[in-house]
C-alpha cells in the first residue's frame, strides 16, 4: 500500500465541485490499485481573502510545502475584480508556484478523436488531428520581473519588465527537450528574438541545450507567427518551449483548438516531486454551484499527478482510460455537448466515470 498527502486547494467559483470529483476519483482508482490518499484542504484564493483577508495565508503555503502534490480547483471572481494586484485571488496562484519552485508548467493540448466536431478550426485542420503540449516558464519573466509605478516626462506612469537569467531558461530548456524525447522528439522554441534581449538570450540559450540533445529536432518560432501557426497547422507541434508571458497566452490559444477547455489538465513542477495539479479553465463564476461544471479537467489533473509525481502509470492511465470511455458512450457536460443535445450534469459525469473506474 502507498500513501500520499495531498493539499487540496478548492478555491472559487467551480472550484469545490471539480476538486471533489478529483478526490472522489482518486480514491476509486485508489481501491483498485492500493493507494490511499490523504486530503487536506488548504485555503487560498477569494474564499482566503473573504475568510482570513488575504489571498494566501502563510499557513496555507506551509501546508502545501508538506505535502507530497497540490491540487487545485481555479481562483478568482468578480466579486474580487476591484482589488489592488497584491490582494487579488491571482496572487495566490502566482505565490504558491514561487513559494514552490514550480517553474515548470505542462499544458498538454490534444483534440481527442470523439470531439473533432467541436474544434473550431476547417474541417480537414480538424481532421488531421494534433497532439501537443506546452511547456510554460512559470517562475519567471514579466510575472516575476521588476515592475511599479513612477512619475515619468509624461506623468504618472506604470512599467512592468522582462528578466530572463540563463539558469532560468537552461532549467526549463531542459524539462521541455527530455519532454520531447519521450514523444515525438521535435521541439519548438518560441520568442520575440527580433526585437527583445531577453529573448536573444533565451534563444541562444536553447541553441547550446540543442547541442546536448542531437536526437530532438529542434526550431525556433516568433511568437506573432506562433499564434498563426497553432491555427493554420497545429499538427506541426509535438512540444513547445516558451516565456511565462508568451506562454499564457499560446496555451489558451491551444486549449481553444481542442474545442474542450473543460477537458484539459495542466501540471506545474519544479525540482522536487511535488508538483500542482490544475485544470487550465478558471472558476467560472457564472455556473457555479449549479451542478453544470465539466469536472473531466481536474480528473485528469489528478491522472497527471499520478503520473508525475507519483510514479503511478498504470493507475493514471486506468483514470484516462475511464474518461475516454465515458466520451466514447457519448456522454457530455454542458460546455461539450453539440447543439441540440441533452447534457448531463457534473454530478452525472463523475459518477459514469467513477463506474467505469470501479467496472
Ligand atoms: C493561468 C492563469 C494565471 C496566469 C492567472 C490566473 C494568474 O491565466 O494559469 O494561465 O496568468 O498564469
Ligand atoms: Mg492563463
Not at 16 to 33: C, S
Not at 183 to 202: F, M, P, Q, T
Request: proline share 4%; net charge negative.
Amino acid at each position: 500500500m502507498s500513501y500520499y498527502n495531498i493539499a487540496v486547494i478548492e478555491g472559487d467559483g467551480i472550484g469545490p465541485e471539480i476538486t471533489g470529483a478529483a478526490m472522489e476519483v482518486l480514491r476509486a482508482v485508489g481501491e483498485k490499485f492500493n493507494l490511499r490518499f490523504n486530503f487536506n484542504k488548504v485555503l487560498a484564493g477569494g474564499r482566503a481573502i473573504d475568510e482570513v483577508g488575504v489571498p494566501l495565508p502563510e499557513e496555507s503555503i506551509r501546508a502545501c510545502l508538506e505535502s507530497d502534490s497540490v491540487l487545485l480547483g481555479a481562483v478568482g471572481g468578480p466579486k474580487w475584480d476591484s482589488l489592488p494586484g497584491h490582494l487579488r485571488p491571482e496572487k495566490a496562484l502566482l505565490g504558491i508556484r514561487k513559494e514552490l519552485g514550480l517553474y515548470a508548467n505542462i499544458r498538454p493540448a490534444r483534440l481527442l478523436e470523439e470531439l473533432k466536431s467541436a474544434c473550431p478550426l476547417r474541417e480537414e485542420i480538424a481532421d488531421a488531428g494534433f497532439d501537443m503540449v506546452i511547456v510554460r516558464e512559470l517562475t519567471g519573466g514579466m510575472y516575476f520581473s521588476e515592475s511599479g509605478r513612477r512619475n515619468g516626462s509624461n506623468g504618472h506612469e506604470a512599467f512592468d519588465t522582462e528578466c530572463y537569467s540563463e539558469m532560468e531558461i537552461r532549467r526549463i530548456g531542459v524539462i521541455a527537450f527530455q519532454l520531447a524525447m519521450t514523444r515525438g522528439k521535435k521541439l519548438v522554441s518560441i520568442d520575440k528574438a527580433n526585437v527583445l534581449e531577453s529573448s536573444r538570450l533565451w534563444r541562444e540559450t536553447m541553441h547550446g541545450l540543442a547541442k546536448e540533445y542531437p536526437q530532438v529536432e529542434y526550431s525556433d518560432m516568433l511568437v506573432d507567427n506562433a499564434s498563426m501557426q497553432l491555427i493554420r497547422d497545429p499538427k506541426q507541434f509535438d512540444v513547445v518551449v516558451t516565456s511565462n508571458m508568451f506562454g499564457d497566452i499560446l496555451s489558451d490559444e491551444a486549449s481553444q483548438i481542442t474545442g474542450s477547455i473543460g477537458l484539459l489538465p495542466s501540471a506545474s513542477l519544479g525540482e522536487t516531486k511535488r508538483g500542482m495539479y490544475e485544470p487550465i479553465h478558471g472558476s467560472a463564476p457564472d455556473i457555479a454551484g449549479q451542478d453544470r461544471a465539466n469536472p473531466i479537467a481536474a480528473i485528469l489533473s489528478a491522472a497527471m499527478m499520478l503520473r508525475m509525481s507519483f510514479n503511478q502509470e498504470a493507475a493514471a492511465d486506468h483514470v484516462e482510460a475511464a474518461v475516454s470511455g465515458v466520451l466514447a458512450s457519448g456522454y457530455r457536460t454542458a460546455d461539450i455537448a453539440p447543439p441540440g443535445t441533452e447534457a448531463v450534469s457534473c454530478s452525472r459525469m463523475i459518477e459514469l466515470i467513477i463506474e467505469e473506474i470501479s467496472k
